[in-house]
């Protein structure tokens, strides 16, 4: 294992860069670099199982093929380098095919989660000015509600009709480091998702995040759980391993605890990464998992959400392998980690170092940067971050650049051994009676408790404090949802952290709102909240 802080200290991008994709920065092509390097021979890229269970494996050279066909029909139907397709698909090889084949043609590619409605679809196709939207049968009659919807290619009807008549070979098209190869739309709290331009620079760091942070070796069976609608399965399930010509795995089916220990299994996994949401719903059921799974997993990764610290003990303890946090955004890619592959210390709790190419800083409302103890902001010092590639918004103004930083929006803690804590969203943290607390240290503590499944905290409005801490807190099936356990959860709290930062009110609820990638979405409950206490003020 090479050492973290040496790695950092001479990490230089050129090289990195060199190491990493063929030929310069200065003529690239994702689907070169993801596909075409690595087709020599069976080289395995996709093993994939459907919701029925067929299964398929797929060479790298199968889908440069297909790729290639796919160019030759976007070529036909008008679609330019440059130009946008957009992809509503399921975890299929066609989805890899609509994904590679774009890139061919130096096409950009728009990611379209499966559950979206009309209205959410429009908002992206519109801004992106997409071409093409590949979509199956299930997700085409939302098209239909789309107003000026584009063209539509549709798996199941017209798409392997219209591949078959295309030619096979198609000469990729080289682009600059700097010209987009990914349109991504940011979801915020608030407003509309922001287009954002991923140029194709960023696979250099991509495959250094799989490289030095999931430690992804060419003897590893590697399963990403996440999306490819979202950007950590996009950037992590498909760009990453395949631009390291490491074999991806695409499992159709809908997330549960016995289709996951299935697929770990049957696929021989070694090296897993998903949201901490998959995790708790393992550990709710340990003694299942724990009897499929000891000693199968080697390194597990974490994204989406700070992990709680009875997870990362249960994974060494109950699973013998190693789990670590991950932080990153859409706009960044992750640049905080605990690296499987880089020696470095590592605190339970903490989102780790900056990933080799990034500095990252806390720093106040001054952008001045804090010392550690010190809650403030997470930044990027983008002047000495080489692998920093956000260009930011598509035709949209944003005040995350700062002078030489970019601001994350994120408050976090920079520990003395030089890693970072997450604290929470800016929006997140609570002010109750002076004190600054962040959810995430409540929420760990309330899950350590064997009644709680889940939980997550919010400030709700106060009219002495400012704002008290309230939680919401799922159960596990056996325990009553009554005041005296709200009483022992109080306690519980109040005894390993303190006594202003336990939560004062607690509601029990049978689910918590999330985003379709597993993030906790707090700011719908404190909404909620808020417009309680609007409703009560006016009576």
């Known amino acids: 294992m090479r050492d973290y802080f040496s790695t950092a200290r001479e990490f230089d991008y050129a090289s990195n860069a060199a190491a990493t994709l063929a030929g310069g920065l200065d003529a690239l092509n994702a689907c070169v670099e993801c596909c075409d390097r690595h087709a020599d021979g069976e080289r395995i890229a996709l093993y994939w199982e459907g919701r029925d269970g067929e299964r398929a494996i797929w060479t790298f050279a199968q889908l440069r093929d297909a790729a290639a066909r796919f160019a030759n029909y976007l070529q036909a139907q008008g679609v330019r380098p440059g130009d946008c397709v957009s992809g509503m698909l399921p975890r299929t090889p066609e989805l890899l095919i609509s994904?590679?084949?774009?890139?061919?043609?130096?096409?950009?590619?728009?990611?379209?989660?499966t559950a979206f409605g009309p209205k959410a679809i429009e908002h992206r196709v519109t801004g992106a000015g997409s071409k093409l939207v590949v979509t199956d049968l299930a997700n085409r009659p939302k098209l239909e509600e789309v107003e000026g919807a584009p063209a539509v290619l549709t798996v199941g009807d017209d798409f392997w009709r219209e591949l078959e008549r295309q030619p096979v070979t198609f000469e990729p098209v080289l682009r600059s480091a700097d010209d987009p190869f990914l349109m991504m739309f940011t979801s915020g709290t608030t407003g509309l998702a922001k287009p954002l331009p991923v140029p194709l620079k960023a696979i250099v760091a991509f495959v250094s995040y799989m490289r030095d942070a999931i430690d992804?070796?060419?003897?590893?069976?590697?399963?990403?759980?996440?999306?490819?609608?979202?950007?950590?399965?996009?950037?992590?399930?498909?760009?990453?391993?395949?631009?390291?010509?490491?074999?991806?795995t695409f499992y159709e089916g809908a997330f549960s605890v016995e289709s996951t220990c299935r697929i770990i299994r049957d696929y021989g996994i070694t090296n897993l990464a998903g949201s901490p949401t998959a995790y708790r719903l393992l550990l709710a059921a340990r003694d299942e998992v724990q009897a499929a799974l000891r000693g199968q997993l080697r390194a597990v990764s974490s994204a989406g959400e700070p992990l709680t610290p009875e997870v990362i003990r249960w994974f060494a303890e109950g699973l013998d392998c190693t789990i670590h946090d991950h932080y990153g955004q859409t706009e960044t890619g992750m640049v905080l980690c605990n690296h499987h592959a880089l020696a470095h210390p590592v605190r339970i709790g903490a989102a780790g170092f900056a990933m080799p190419g990034h500095r990252v800083v806390v720093l106040?409302?001054?952008?001045?940067e804090l010392p550690p103890g010190v809650p403030g902001i997470l930044a990027l010092d983008m002047p000495r971050s080489p692998m920093f590639w956000f260009p930011g918004?598509?035709?949209?103004?944003?005040?995350?650049?700062?002078?030489?930083?970019?601001?994350?929006?994120?408050?976090?803690?920079l520990n003395d051994d030089g890693s970072i804590s997450f604290v929470g969203r800016a929006d997140d943290v609570i002010t109750t009676s002076g004190y600054r607390i962040g959810p995430f240290d409540v929420e760990s503590?309330?899950?350590?408790?064997?009644?709680?499944?889940?939980?997550a905290v919010i400030g709700k409005p106060d009219p002495e404090r400012t704002e008290l801490v309230k939680a919401f807190v799922v159960l596990h099936a056996g325990y009553?949802?009554?005041?005296?356990?709200?009483?022992?959860?109080?306690?519980?709290?109040?005894?390993?952290?303190?006594?202003?930062?336990?939560?004062?009110?607690?509601?029990?609820?049978?689910?918590?709102?999330?985003?379709?990638?597993?993030?906790?979405?707090?700011?719908?409950?404190?909404?909620?909240e808020i417009a309680k206490a609007q409703a009560a003020a006016a009576h």
């Open 364 to 368: 106040d409302e001054q952008q001045r």
């Open 445 to 455: 503590a309330l899950i350590e408790h064997p009644a709680v499944i889940e939980a």
């Open 99 to 113: 994904i590679l084949g774009t890139w061919r043609i130096g096409a950009v590619y728009q990611p379209l989660f």
């Open 480 to 528: 009553s949802a009554d005041a005296r356990l709200a009483e022992a959860l109080q306690q519980h709290v109040r005894r390993r952290l303190s006594a202003h930062a336990y939560p004062r009110e607690i509601e029990f609820v049978a689910e918590l709102p999330k985003t379709p990638s597993g993030k906790i979405q707090r700011f719908l409950l404190r909404n909620q």
């Open 216 to 248: 992804l070796r060419p003897e590893d069976n590697f399963w990403n759980l996440a999306d490819p609608g979202w950007a950590y399965g996009l950037y992590y399930a498909v760009t990453g391993p395949l631009a390291m010509g490491h074999a991806t």
């Open 393 to 413: 918004y598509l035709g949209m103004p944003t005040k995350a650049f700062v002078g030489d930083y970019y601001l994350s929006g994120d408050t976090v803690e």
